[in-house]
């Protein structure tokens, strides 16, 4: 699976739009990109994944560059209980390998 | 939320005891997993389950063993507890493959002493 980059902490005001950014510059031409996140003391939950068209739900949208060597995962309107660790993923559904591997994800602060 | 409890949820034990954690689902799903999460390390892997009585090993299963007797049961089991297996464990379902998005239990933490 490919790897990603992620950046270990950010911060957001409240109401305003977050913004996580997500460096996966190996990804090859059959792995989705996904994002999880983790409230503390919690069990990651599910957000959105996709492919190369950007997706949108009702938690969040993902922005994949034409080369998708890049994601953004955006919160359009953050509030205080979007504060957790955010963890961009890569890996291909169609292979043997059923794992997802969690990196260190990015430490979301939402401030009042 | 997904129907996905974990027992114990807390367990403190001894070095050398046996130890069997539980995933119990509601969703009836094929996928079953195990991870666990330690300071440092984020989630990592230890077993899954791609069907009743089907397992495979994740990336740190020495030290773990695990059944599936039935759909809706994961037993994670430590033969003989250690420190180093201190840690927050976190059981998955899914519905397919990876492609699905992954439910995850509230976790169990267990201390070994």
């Known amino acids: 699976d490919a790897k990603t980059t992620q950046p270990p902490s950010m911060d957001c005001a409240e109401g305003r739009a977050a913004n996580l950014p997500c460096n996966h510059s190996?990804?090859?031409?059959?792995?989705?990109v996904y994002w999880y996140r983790q409230i503390h003391s919690q069990g990651p939950q599910y957000i959105i994944h996709?492919?190369?068209n950007n997706e949108t739900n009702e938690m969040a949208s993902l922005i994949i560059t034409e080369d998708r060597k890049s994601s953004t995962l955006i919160l359009p309107h953050a509030t205080l209980r979007d504060t957790a660790v955010y963890y961009c993923i890569v890996s291909n559904p169609g292979g043997s390998n059923y794992k997802l591997t969690f990196g260190k994800g990015t430490l979301l602060t939402v401030n009042p | 939320d997904a129907g996905i409890t974990q027992s114990p949820r807390h367990k403190v034990t001894e070095t050398g005891t046996p130890v069997t954690l539980r995933c119990h689902q509601t969703?009836?799903?094929?996928?079953m997993y195990w991870y666990r999460q330690d300071p440092g390390h984020g989630l990592r892997l230890i077993h899954y389950?791609?069907?009743?009585?089907?397992?495979d090993k994740g990336e740190v299963s020495d030290g773990y063993s695990v059944s599936r007797s039935k759909t809706e049961d994961f037993l994670l089991t430590l033969e003989s507890a250690t420190s180093s297996q201190t840690s927050v464990y976190f059981c998955?379902?899914?519905?397919?493959?990876?492609?699905?998005?992954?439910?995850f239990g509230p976790g169990t933490r267990l201390t070994v002493l």
């Open positions: 389950s791609y069907g009743v009585k089907d397992t």
């Open positions: 996709g492919l190369k």
């Open positions: 998955a379902i899914s519905e397919r493959v990876v492609r699905d998005e992954q439910f």
């Open positions: 190996t990804i090859s031409g059959n792995e989705y």
């Open positions: 969703e009836n799903h094929r996928y």
